[in-house]
């Protein structure tokens, strides 16, 4: 457990200081470029941004310890062989697993009310720039439940956290507009800026589309991959025109309870709760929302 939560063994720990240089680049490259046609950055929208990264630190922390005691369970009682964690494809075999179980979690916050309710602060900014990227949402509760079958199949939890840093860590680079489409076999395999460019649009052709987090290949293989074809809208198609950071990070849970509130049989109640983002029985119109058409 020390060496879980020691921030020396986490690999985000030794890239934030690439972080903040890259957004020093970016932000200097936006200023002296001839940059009209990127969104850039706007102070409140980057210090918002900055906070919630700042307090996904603390509640990541809390998601360890919680989730390493369900992931070690089943890991020692249940999981039928333990991998050999010294060999090199073993960490292939975790990173590319762990990524497959990010897509369908990413998804699933897309597509179930509940989830898009932690999930839509990420989405709350209507600027991409490598600031967004640190928009991380406090309630990572998914994840666990999309991870399990990684210690059921032998792999060591605390492999998973490095993994899942990993890929954190390649997800940074993907949240600007200064890089353009790159090589098509990269495009092709890879999750890339022009990608996820696409996946932060409020646009009705891009919404939940490219959940990836390192290969878009499962967006090919699953039905939801979108190429960008022209500049997207960002932010959420019900904008909460707000930089409050508690109620960016919870006003959409305090919208379903009242939903839930409202309905009059348990019937609706579920699908307040269940159904898809922006669709409840009796909802506010107002509410951030960010759903296929």
Same mark, same amino acid.
């Given at each position: 457990?020390?060496?879980?939560?020691?921030?020396?063994?986490?690999?985000?720990?030794?890239?934030?200081?690439?972080?903040?240089?890259?957004?020093?680049?970016?932000? @200097?490259? &936006?200023?002296? %470029?001839?940059?009209?046609?990127?969104?850039?950055?706007? #102070? =409140?929208? !980057?210090? @918002?941004? &900055?906070?919630? %990264?700042?307090?996904?630190?603390?509640?990541?922390?809390? #998601? =360890?310890? !919680?989730?390493?005691? &369900?992931?070690?369970?089943?890991?020692?009682?249940?999981?039928?062989?333990?991998?050999?964690?010294?060999?090199?494809?073993?960490?292939?075999?975790?990173?590319?697993?762990?990524?497959?179980?990010?897509?369908?979690?990413?998804?699933?916050?897309?597509?179930?009310?509940?989830?898009?309710?932690?999930?839509?602060?990420?989405?709350?900014?209507?600027?991409?720039?490598?600031?967004?990227?640190?928009?991380?949402?406090?309630?990572?509760?998914?994840?666990?439940?999309?991870?399990?079958?990684?210690?059921?199949?032998?792999?060591?939890?605390?492999?998973?956290?490095?993994?899942?840093?990993?890929?954190?860590?390649?997800?940074?680079?993907?949240?600007?507009?200064?890089?353009?489409?790159?090589?098509?076999?990269?495009?092709?395999?890879?999750?890339?800026?022009?990608?996820?460019?696409?996946?932060?649009?409020?646009?009705?052709?891009?919404?939940?589309?490219?959940?990836?987090?390192?290969?878009?290949?499962?967006?090919?293989?699953?039905?939801?991959?979108?190429?960008?074809?022209?500049?997207?809208?960002?932010?959420?198609?019900?904008?909460?025109?707000?930089?409050?950071?508690?109620?960016?990070?919870?006003?959409?849970?305090?919208?379903?309870?009242?939903?839930?509130?409202?309905?009059?049989?348990?019937?609706?109640?579920?699908?307040?709760?269940?159904?898809?983002?922006?669709?409840?029985?009796?909802?506010?119109?107002?509410?951030?929302?960010?759903?296929?058409?």
């Amino acid at each position: 457990m020390d060496d879980l939560l020691d921030p020396l063994q986490n690999p985000v720990t030794y890239a934030i200081p690439f972080f903040l240089l890259a957004l020093g680049i970016e932000i @200097a490259a &936006l200023a002296w %470029g001839d940059h009209k046609d990127k969104t850039g950055y706007e #102070f =409140k929208d !980057a210090r @918002a941004s &900055l906070s919630m %990264g700042v307090g996904s630190i603390l509640f990541l922390t809390l #998601f =360890k310890i !919680a989730s390493f005691f &369900l992931f070690s369970a089943v890991y020692v009682w249940i999981a039928p062989w333990h991998l050999d964690t010294g060999t090199w494809w073993y960490w292939v075999g975790v990173l590319v697993g762990l990524d497959f179980f990010y897509y369908w979690n990413h998804r699933f916050v897309h597509r179930v009310n509940i989830g898009w309710a932690a999930h839509q602060s990420h989405h709350s900014s209507e600027y991409m720039n490598l600031g967004t990227a640190l928009r991380q949402k406090w309630n990572p509760w998914s994840e666990a439940i999309f991870w399990l079958p990684l210690p059921l199949l032998g792999f060591a939890p605390w492999t998973l956290y490095v993994s899942f840093g990993f890929n954190l860590i390649y997800q940074f680079w993907i949240h600007t507009e200064l890089i353009g489409k790159l090589p098509r076999p990269i495009e092709f395999i890879f999750n890339t800026p022009s990608h996820h460019r696409v996946h932060h649009g409020s646009d009705p052709e891009y919404l939940d589309k490219n959940y990836a987090g390192i290969l878009i290949i499962w967006d090919r293989m699953f039905g939801s991959f979108q190429p960008e074809r022209q500049r997207p809208t960002y932010g959420l198609t019900k904008p909460v025109n707000t930089y409050n950071v508690l109620t960016l990070e919870y006003g959409a849970y305090r919208q379903i309870y009242r939903d839930v509130r409202s309905a009059t049989n348990w019937r609706d109640r579920l699908h307040c709760i269940f159904g898809p983002p922006g669709r409840q029985a009796m909802g506010d119109p107002n509410q951030p929302q960010k759903t296929s058409p």
